[in-house]
């Protein structure tokens, strides 16, 4: 894998004028980008066999979300070039820092899909151990986990090694403060991070128009000393293509890195939210055309890298997934109402003693 070379200064900063592309909408080749290596063809393979499966466990969790097993689910699907292309960029050493509709990146990476979804379930944490897995609490309000992710990043350079962080954002959370004062620190302090925003075009329902007036979010890098680049968010050998090249730029000691992906979110913002009074069917549709799945299957069938009998395969082992999945989540989940008051404070007030105690009392009288 090679590097882009940049002339020193503000150029090597800037991004491509238009999004880095290896792959067209139909899965035939573009031409190949200068600068950036292809991954080979087994790295693809793994890549598609990881899209089918977070495609079906993102289904599967909205379904459960209907049906009351969830109490929320933000679905990524469209996105799985970007989640799956993130995870598959990074080491099993370096750390992730995720949003809250990353959880078929979290799968992707190897995490219990149990686990990824027990705070959605609506628990009081992130259902995993962050430090076991190197993969940080999924993270709710907008741009807060970019701060401590560069913060973590920096922890790292100072000890040495080598390990790289990435911080998930979606192009709402560019418009927050605390990305453009993770992008000032991270860049004054050379910390290993790369940022890597998920344009899906909109917050909720806040088109991307409304938030910014930069011509792509990938220039918001270069006022504070951030290499960036763009990316079609859709072709998956693209992203893996640039994250490549942007965590071993920051692995080398050349600092914080910016990529925005250019993608879209097919589904609502959440099972909570009615799409349809801020975005057209034919918007949909137009996007649905350039579905990253398939644009990588048939770019693979294209090159003689998938059989039949290889997508039968993957979707064989989706569906066991899911079947899993649906079993493990369709048990009542045990709860003690009294960890609502665990770790709250570190030295309970007296009120939160007696609130804790008032529902003890409730507890243990139902029982009688």
């Known amino acids: 894998m090679t590097v882009a070379a940049h002339p020193p200064g503000a150029d090597r900063l800037l991004p491509s004028p238009v999004p880095v592309r290896f792959v067209a909408e139909d899965g ?32 599967q969790a909205t379904a459960l979300t209907k049906q009351g097993r969830l109490a929320v ?31 078929m990146a979290l799968v992707a990476r190897g995490l219990d899909p149990v686990e990824v979804l027990t705070l959605l379930r609506g628990d009081w944490h992130c259902g995993y151990d962050p430090a076991a897995v190197r993969v940080a609490p999924q993270c709710t309000p907008l741009a807060t986990q970019t701060v401590h992710a560069v913060g973590l990043a920096d922890a790292l350079r100072r000890k040495g090694g080598g390990g790289v962080v990435m911080a998930f954002v979606g192009d709402g959370g560019t418009s927050e403060g605390d990305f453009h004062e993770a992008l000032n620190y991270a860049a004054v302090m050379n910390a290993p ?10 917050a909720i329902s806040v088109p991307l128009a409304k ?13 504070y000393g951030v290499r960036s680049e763009q990316v079609d968010g859709n072709d998956l050998v693209a992203v893996l293509a640039v994250l490549d090249a942007a965590v071993a730029d920051a692995r080398a000691g050349g600092g914080p890195f910016l990529v925005e992906a250019h993608t879209y979110r097919m589904d609502a913002h959440t099972n909570a939210d009615d799409a349809t009074r801020y975005r057209t069917a034919e918007e949909v549709e137009r996007w649905a055309a350039a579905d990253p799945l398939a644009r990588l299957e048939a770019h693979l069938r294209g090159r003689g890298l998938l059989a039949p ?47 804790r105690d008032l529902l003890a009392s409730e507890l243990a009288a139902e029982e009688q």
């Open 28 to 59: 035939t080749a573009a031409e190949p980008p200068a600068g950036y290596t292809a991954p080979e063809g087994g790295r693809l393979l793994e890549a598609y066999r990881r899209m089918v499966l977070g495609r079906r466990f993102d289904a």
């Open 309 to 355: 009998g290889d997508v039968a395969a993957a979707d064989e082992a989706a569906e066991e997934f899911a079947a899993r999945l649906r079993d493990r989540m369709n048990a009542d989940p045990r709860a003690n109402p009294l960890e609502l008051f665990d770790h709250v404070f570190a030295e309970p007030t007296p009120q939160l003693r007696e609130q």
């Open 211 to 223: 938030q910014t007036a930069a011509p792509a979010l990938a220039y918001k890098g270069v006022g």
């Open 193 to 202: 991070v790369v940022f890597f925003v998920q344009n899906n075009k909109y």
């Open 73 to 103: 689910y933000p679905s990524s699907r469209g996105q799985e070039a970007c989640q799956i292309g993130g995870v598959l960029a990074l080491r099993g050493d370096d750390w992730l820092f995720p949003t809250y509709r990353d959880s």
